[in-house]
């Protein structure tokens, strides 16, 4: 395995520490059974996992980067979660299911790529009559969008936020003593070290402006 590989796998491990406002956010929905889950740019799925062991459903995880979707396909074959996590790659822009597909559409970091008031036009008809949107964006404009909600025929359900405080604690302060670590082990390797370099620059933007990183989840149904 390459140490870029390794490097990924302990990052993932450091974002495992947010896994907590994963659950509490699907806490937040009515409970129910055999769940259609769809987790919108999965990335390496750490949210893709715990949903599938907090929920007795099937999730299916979409997005473009195979080196993530690699990560996530590990995963999945480690914890024994093939017959309910399922991995498709395509871009969001461009993904296509037929209608009223899922119970639930998971977003976490991901509705930027589209834009929020486009993404959820778009999504509502994937999803089933009185189906969910859980959607974890940074909160930048989040009155705006919080009000574009009951535009496109959603309920807000529930919304809380993760502080900036938060997320230099839990994620970006040992994120950065990891990258540390990693440049001091392998000063040389190119292409790790572009990494450490992109994750050093995203950690030296939420130092200069803490709106960046705080964030916030909001829970609506389709109505």
Not at 5 to 13: G, M, Q, V, W
């Amino acid at each position: 395995m390459s140490n870029l590989n390794l490097y990924n796998i302990e990052k993932d491990h450091i974002r495992e520490n947010l896994n907590k406002y994963t659950r509490k956010a699907f806490q937040l929905l009515p409970e129910c059974k055999n769940l259609h889950i769809l987790d919108v740019g999965c990335g390496s799925g750490v949210p893709t996992i715990e949903l599938a062991k907090i929920s007795d459903g099937h999730i299916i995880g979409i997005d473009i980067d195979e080196t993530s979707l690699n990560l996530l396909r590990r995963k999945i074959q480690e914890t024994g979660l093939n017959n309910r996590v399922s991995v498709i790659k395509d871009s969001i822009q461009a993904m296509d299911f037929p209608e009223e597909s899922f119970d639930i559409i998971w977003a976490e970091g991901s509705i930027f790529v589209m834009g929020f008031e486009k993404s959820i036009k778009k999504w509502r008809r994937f999803l089933k009559p009185n189906g969910f949107l859980v959607i974890h964006d940074e909160n930048k404009d989040k009155n705006i969008k919080l009000g574009l909600i009951t535009k496109y025929d959603y309920a807000i359900i529930a919304q809380f936020e993760l502080t900036a405080n938060l997320w230099w604690l839990e994620y970006y302060t040992p994120l950065e003593q990891l990258i540390q670590k990693f440049r001091h082990k392998y000063p040389d390797e190119s292409e790790l070290n572009n990494e450490l370099n992109n994750d050093q620059i995203e950690i030296d933007k939420c130092k200069s402006n803490s709106i960046v990183f705080s964030s916030f989840f909001v829970i609506m149904q389709k109505v």
